[in-house]
């Protein structure tokens, strides 16, 4: 065997070393590997470190990338002990992993500090404490700009404690089917309904939607700023508890980023 392709993994526990070593030298795994490629590998345990040995790089890789396959299928996890440690230390070690293990898997790691954000803030702009930050589409609070709305939905809910929140999906022309389809998914997120509006230029009515009725002309536009929408543009708007609210819209989101 070569010691160059000598690959060294220590885990936490001998436990799961001995079961690692298992699974790359069981039979039920043959088919991932090579025939000379299963022939040639050598695991060896000592206490929570294995170590690989293979023939050849090309060998020493295909057990990196089994390893790595095992991880995601068995769940393993890294977990971090501490003591007498501040908020900043537990930031800055769990920065400074993660990115070491991008960098070792070839991505692209940002410098720390790395954003945060509160659970409040994330679940707030973004409907989610996962929030996918890659895009924007976020939540807005219309509450305030509908404090003394006639419209009956949106008054009983501001009034039992509710919310109402829109999102801007930017420029996009639906046919209803697809708007039924979004109005789908807010309900199975557990929403009662959902508005939606166009944002319309040089028209009589701001707005082409069927509550445009029963807003003013203050309300219609205080809600397009403040989800600063111009003409062509496609809003969505949810009235109702503030988890349901967010976790509708915070699926609308994700499914038009996809779109």
Not at 119 to 141: N, Q
Not at 192 to 220: H, M, N, Q, Y
Not at 234 to 257: F, H, K, N, P, Y
């Amino acid at each position: 065997m070569n010691d160059d392709w000598r690959l060294r993994i220590v885990m936490t526990q001998s436990g799961l070393t001995h079961r690692l070593g298992e699974m790359l030298t069981s039979e039920e795994l043959e088919h991932d590997l090579e025939s000379s490629f299963h022939d040639r590998i050598v695991v060896s345990i000592d206490g929570p470190e294995l170590f690989c040995y293979a023939g050849t790089r090309e060998q020493a890789e295909g057990v990196q990338r089994l390893v790595h396959r095992l991880a995601e299928q068995h769940g393993w996890q890294l977990d971090v002990e501490l003591a007498f440690v501040e908020e900043e230390d537990v930031y800055e070690t769990a920065e400074a992993v993660i990115g070491a293990v991008f960098e070792r898997c070839g991505f692209a790691a940002p410098a720390p500090p790395w954003p945060r954000m509160t659970y409040a803030e994330a679940v707030s702009r973004f409907g989610s404490d996962r929030p996918d930050t890659r895009f924007g589409l976020e939540l807005k609070d219309l509450g305030t700009d509908l404090e003394t709305t006639g419209f009956k939905v949106f008054a009983d809910t501001l009034a039992s404690g509710g919310v109402v929140k829109g999102i801007n999906a930017g420029a996009r022309e639906l046919p209803r089917s697809e708007l039924d389809a979004l109005t789908e998914l807010a309900r199975q997120h557990g929403a009662k309904g959902l508005v939606w509006a166009f944002v319309l230029d040089g028209a009589e009515s701001p707005w082409r939607s069927p509550i445009a009725k029963f807003l003013t002309e203050s309300e219609l536009a205080a809600i397009t700023e403040r989800l600063q929408a111009s003409p062509g543009d496609l809003m969505l708007i949810v009235a109702d508890q503030a988890s349901t609210a967010g976790q509708a819209l915070g699926a609308l989101r994700l499914e038009l980023a996809r779109t």
